[in-house]
């Protein structure tokens, strides 16, 4: 990678010292030197407020600024502004297909307002250009004639230049990539395509928000060669510099590119090592061999496989930042992971990756399988574009490892959408010949706020109707600031339909729907309602596939919240394959997979147990951090009552599961639960669980370290994580809080590790 850096700047210096600043300036349309109001091109300035132009520089600054192609004079701006003079020629005309804004800049000791820094705005519609601040970064924006609002933005922290002494800011555009540079090295860059807004005739604007000093400013309207960037910031030798120092810092994120295969094997080996040694890891979850991750993005069962997909996250090299490749340090992309039995998985690499053109700055966000499609087709967001297509090079394969975007993406753009459309992160099936899609996790058509989705109409995927909102939510259910984002849409018995969703507000959950959906009307009615996760937990992003046998499997996204858990090497699991049905009276029906007993080992049995609120049972023969409890509990007279596991012999960790009569409930209760979660502000999750006082409490527990899954009577399942500190801490109890239970039946098994 060192190698790679320093031929870019060997480039530099071969072409570099064909230049002059003053060259350079020649053909610039405005050069504001600013020991005046006067411009270099005719254009007169006006000064409002406190601003003062013609201020002498001296020693070092002043042979820096004549280095550069100043005159060794400032303008220095405490809350005034220079504003373009309107003659009877009319403004400054700017056109064409590429344009260069420069500005030279220092920041003063107060903190910069929020506003135009260097611009020809007037809003986003007729903006040509605006370099400006704000949320604490510098941003610059473009627009052109062929694309409604803005065609690109780019920002760097505000910090970049407002600390350490004169910078040099240049924004170029070419006619087909916008690319940020801060002291002549690349920032970031973006995509753009089109003519320059020559219609805009609105004044420049100079200084509005900044509290410091300008050298000069300057526009082309031509794109300035790498080597005029390099000259105008300082030369190649001194940008050469800033990139030793600045590549230390951009490898902290993105890691070392230059490491030996005899280094990458030793660090592979020791962060599988690191990894596997982690007592909390889980051993038979769904995850990552290594790294963190996030959504579950796409589901389906292919040829005998199941297949997992999920959001990962990928820095670009360091090379890749230095040369302006993409705007972020990160971005997300697709991985993917198959399996033949629910249990034992294959990691199968990534499937979707972003670029690192500029194109994709965020990289690729949710979606899912297009359920009933004839072959495996995913359907996501690209942030910025809108709504995308992939599919896998060789559908006959089993293992779907080689997908490709198709060309025409987006197939639903952001650009042009209805404006009670919120495109975003979207879910589509196959019924009968047409493709509908739920995209987006907001519409803003008055009567249909909170949670709700638009629906699409396809033919073949490309061309895509726009029908109008999926549902409307009801208050009795969920509140104005929910939100139905990463939706998925199935047939779940009785003639119902079951909606899917995740949601961001109040705080990520899983939540679903049934109801009824009318194909003729297309339109669905929700009529129940239901959660998967409650304040506490931290189980979202959920999804679902229809197996070969009929059964509709759901998995969902466990996040880790754990204390600096992305330093372990890896965060998050998905929650245990789970079969969702309707009962008999239309509640939803929730089975652990039946594939998941091929792990057991080890057995336990216990018949008749007595427990009372004056002594609980501590089950001596039952101890692990890797268990299945399965437990019929008759009340009697107890109200509260259930099990603790992961308990220390001194009871100071254990994770108390309480079931409760009086309240209808199932907790869990996290003030014991270890010294290592983040649970300074959660004491506890609470689930409805509604129970009758003679009716058997059917309970069963998966305990895989630090995640836990407790299901009852097919009726609830409460997700939690947990962190216990203590190696002791691996005991099971019973217990009551008040009268007396019986425990018909219990039996336990340890839990084989597949990881």
């Given at each position: 990678?060192?190698?790679?850096?320093?031929?870019?700047?060997?480039?530099?210096?071969?072409?570099?010292?064909?230049?002059?600043?003053?060259?350079?300036?020649?053909?610039?349309?405005?050069?504001?030197?600013?020991?005046?109001?006067?411009?270099?091109?005719?254009?007169?300035?006006?000064?409002?407020?406190?601003?003062?132009?013609?201020?002498?520089?001296?020693?070092?600054?002043?042979?820096e600024s004549l280095a550069r192609g100043g005159d060794g004079k400032v303008a220095?701006?405490?809350?005034?502004?220079?504003?373009?003079?309107?003659?009877?020629?009319?403004?400054?005309?700017?056109?064409?297909?590429?344009?260069?804004?420069?500005?030279?800049?220092?920041?003063?000791?107060?903190?910069?307002?929020?506003?135009?820094?260097?611009?020809?705005?007037?809003?986003?519609?007729?903006?040509?250009?605006?370099?400006?601040?704000?949320?604490?970064?510098?941003?610059?924006?473009?627009?052109?004639?062929?694309?409604?609002?803005?065609?690109?933005?780019?920002?760097?922290?505000?910090?970049?230049?407002?600390?350490?002494?004169?910078?040099?800011?240049?924004?170029?555009?070419?006619?087909?990539?916008?690319?940020?540079?801060?002291?002549?090295?690349?920032?970031?860059?973006?995509?753009?395509?089109?003519?320059?807004?020559?219609?805009?005739?609105?004044?420049?604007?100079?200084?509005?928000?900044?509290?410091?000093?300008?050298?000069?400013?300057?526009?082309?309207?031509?794109?300035?060669?790498?080597?005029?960037?390099?000259?105008?910031?300082?030369?190649?030798?001194?940008?050469?510099?800033?990139?030793?120092?600045?590549?230390?810092?951009?490898?902290?994120?993105?890691?070392?590119?230059?490491?030996?295969?005899?280094?990458?094997?030793?660090?592979?080996?020791?962060?599988?090592?690191?990894?596997?040694?982690?007592?909390?890891?889980?051993?038979?979850?769904?995850?990552?061999?290594?790294?963190?991750?996030?959504?579950?993005?796409?589901?389906?069962?292919?040829?005998?496989?199941?297949?997992?997909?999920?959001?990962?996250?990928?820095?670009?090299?360091?090379?890749?930042?230095?040369?302006?490749?993409?705007?972020?340090?990160?971005?997300?992309?697709?991985?993917?992971?198959?399996?033949?039995?629910?249990?034992?998985?294959?990691?199968?690499?990534?499937?979707?990756?972003?670029?690192?053109?500029?194109?994709?700055?965020?990289?690729?966000?949710?979606?899912?399988?297009?359920?009933?499609?004839?072959?495996?087709?995913?359907?996501?967001?690209?942030?910025?574009?809108?709504?995308?297509?992939?599919?896998?090079?060789?559908?006959?394969?089993?293992?779907?490892?080689?997908?490709?975007?198709?060309?025409?993406?987006?197939?639903?753009?952001?650009?042009?959408?209805?404006?009670?459309?919120?495109?975003?992160?979207?879910?589509?099936?196959?019924?009968?010949?047409?493709?509908?899609?739920?995209?987006?996790?907001?519409?803003?058509?008055?009567?249909?706020?909170?949670?709700?989705?638009?629906?699409?109409?396809?033919?073949?995927?490309?061309?895509?109707?726009?029908?109008?909102?999926?549902?409307?939510?009801?208050?009795?259910?969920?509140?104005?600031?929910?939100?139905?984002?990463?939706?998925?849409?199935?047939?779940?018995?009785?003639?119902?339909?079951?909606?899917?969703?995740?949601?961001?507000?109040?705080?990520?959950?899983?939540?679903?729907?049934?109801?009824?959906?009318?194909?003729?009307?297309?339109?669905?009615?929700?009529?129940?309602?239901?959660?998967?996760?409650?304040?506490?937990?931290?189980?979202?992003?959920?999804?679902?596939?229809?197996?070969?046998?009929?059964?509709?499997?759901?998995?969902?996204?466990?996040?880790?919240?754990?204390?600096?858990?992305?330093?372990?090497?890896?965060?998050?699991?998905?929650?245990?394959?789970?079969?969702?049905?309707?009962?008999?009276?239309?509640?939803?029906?929730?089975?652990?997979?039946?594939?998941?007993?091929?792990?057991?080992?080890?057995?336990?049995?216990?018949?008749?147990?007595?427990?009372?609120?004056?002594?609980?049972?501590?089950?001596?023969?039952?101890?692990?951090?890797?268990?299945?409890?399965?437990?019929?509990?008759?009340?009697?007279?107890?109200?509260?009552?259930?099990?603790?596991?992961?308990?220390?012999?001194?009871?100071?960790e254990q994770t108390p599961i309480v079931l409760s009569l009086p309240k209808q409930?199932?907790?869990?209760?996290?003030?014991?639960?270890?010294?290592?979660?983040?649970?300074?502000?959660?004491?506890?999750?609470?689930?409805?669980?509604?129970?009758?006082?003679?009716?058997?409490?059917?309970?069963?527990?998966?305990?895989?370290?630090?995640?836990?899954?407790?299901?009852?009577?097919?009726?609830?399942?409460?997700?939690?994580?947990?962190?216990?500190?203590?190696?002791?801490?691996?005991?099971?109890?019973?217990?009551?809080?008040?009268?007396?239970?019986?425990?018909?039946?219990?039996?336990?098994?340890?839990?084989?590790?597949?990881?």
């Amino acid at each position: 990678m060192l190698t790679r850096l320093f031929s870019l700047t060997l480039a530099f210096s071969l072409t570099a010292h064909a230049f002059e600043p003053k060259d350079i300036f020649k053909d610039a349309v405005l050069v504001l030197q600013l020991d005046g109001l006067a411009a270099s091109s005719g254009v007169m300035m006006k000064a409002d407020g406190a601003v003062k132009v013609g201020v002498e520089l001296k020693g070092k600054e002043r042979d820096e600024s004549l280095a550069r192609g100043g005159d060794g004079k400032v303008a220095v701006f405490e809350g005034g502004v220079l504003t373009e003079v309107i003659g009877e020629k009319g403004p400054l005309s700017i056109a064409g297909e590429a344009m260069t804004v420069l500005l030279r800049v220092r920041g003063g000791g107060e903190a910069w307002k929020s506003g135009e820094v260097f611009a020809r705005h007037g809003g986003h519609e007729v903006t040509l250009f605006n370099l400006h601040v704000n949320k604490g970064e510098l941003g610059f924006e473009l627009g052109v004639q062929e694309k409604k609002g803005l065609a690109g933005r780019l920002a760097v922290p505000l910090e970049s230049i407002t600390k350490g002494g004169w910078h040099d800011v240049i924004a170029r555009f070419d006619g087909a990539k916008l690319l940020l540079f801060v002291d002549g090295v690349a920032a970031g860059s973006v995509k753009v395509a089109g003519h320059l807004r020559a219609e805009n005739k609105l004044p420049f604007t100079l200084g509005k928000a900044m509290r410091g000093q300008v050298d000069h400013a300057a526009v082309w309207t031509r794109a300035l060669s790498d080597a005029e960037v390099a000259t105008l910031s300082g030369g190649a030798k001194a940008i050469a510099e800033k990139n030793t120092g600045r590549l230390r810092e951009i490898e902290k994120v993105t890691g070392r590119d230059d490491l030996k295969l005899v280094d990458k094997l030793r660090a592979a080996r020791e962060l599988r090592e690191q990894i596997q040694s982690d007592p909390l890891r889980p051993r038979w979850h769904l995850g990552t061999p290594d790294g963190v991750w996030n959504d579950i993005n796409g589901t389906v069962f292919w040829k005998g496989r199941y297949h997992v997909f999920f959001q990962s996250l990928i820095a670009p090299d360091a090379a890749t930042v230095l040369s302006g490749g993409d705007v972020g340090t990160n971005r997300k992309e697709w991985t993917h992971a198959s399996s033949a039995d629910l249990v034992h998985w294959v990691y199968r690499g990534t499937s979707l990756r972003p670029v690192f053109d500029g194109s994709q700055p965020k990289g690729f966000y949710s979606g899912d399988m297009i359920d009933g499609a004839d072959v495996p087709t995913l359907i996501y967001h690209i942030p910025g574009q809108g709504t995308a297509i992939a599919k896998p090079v060789n559908a006959d394969d089993p293992e779907l490892i080689e997908w490709q975007p198709i060309q025409e993406n987006p197939v639903i753009k952001l650009e042009g959408a209805p404006e009670e459309v919120v495109i975003f992160d979207p879910f589509a099936w196959k019924e009968g010949d047409l493709y509908y899609a739920l995209i987006g996790n907001k519409n803003k058509r008055p009567g249909f706020e909170g949670d709700t989705t638009s629906l699409y109409r396809s033919r073949d995927l490309l061309k895509w109707e726009y029908r109008g909102p999926f549902y409307q939510s009801d208050r009795k259910w969920t509140t104005e600031v929910e939100d139905c984002a990463c939706p998925d849409f199935y047939p779940i018995g009785q003639g119902k339909h079951m909606l899917l969703m995740h949601t961001h507000m109040p705080y990520f959950q899983a939540q679903y729907y049934i109801g009824t959906w009318d194909a003729k009307a297309e339109r669905f009615t929700p009529e129940r309602h239901g959660k998967m996760n409650w304040p506490g937990g931290h189980l979202a992003a959920p999804e679902t596939l229809l197996d070969a046998k009929g059964r509709r499997i759901f998995w969902g996204w466990v996040r880790e919240a754990r204390k600096g858990a992305t330093s372990k090497g890896w965060g998050s699991v998905a929650t245990l394959p789970r079969l969702f049905s309707l009962h008999d009276d239309g509640e939803l029906k929730i089975e652990p997979a039946p594939e998941l007993e091929s792990l057991r080992y080890d057995e336990r049995r216990h018949t008749d147990l007595k427990v009372s609120a004056t002594r609980d049972l501590t089950l001596d023969d039952i101890r692990g951090d890797s268990l299945e409890l399965r437990l019929i509990i008759e009340p009697d007279s107890a109200k509260e009552f259930g099990l603790a596991v992961r308990c220390s012999p001194d009871g100071k960790e254990q994770t108390p599961i309480v079931l409760s009569l009086p309240k209808q409930t199932l907790r869990t209760e996290l003030t014991k639960s270890g010294a290592e979660g983040n649970f300074k502000d959660i004491t506890e999750q609470v689930a409805p669980m509604p129970l009758k006082a003679d009716e058997p409490v059917r309970v069963r527990v998966f305990l895989d370290r630090s995640i836990l899954e407790v299901f009852v009577n097919e009726r609830q399942c409460l997700t939690q994580r947990i962190y216990p500190a203590r190696k002791d801490s691996l005991g099971v109890k019973l217990f009551t809080r008040d009268g007396e239970m019986t425990v018909k039946s219990l039996e336990a098994w340890k839990m084989m590790p597949v990881f």
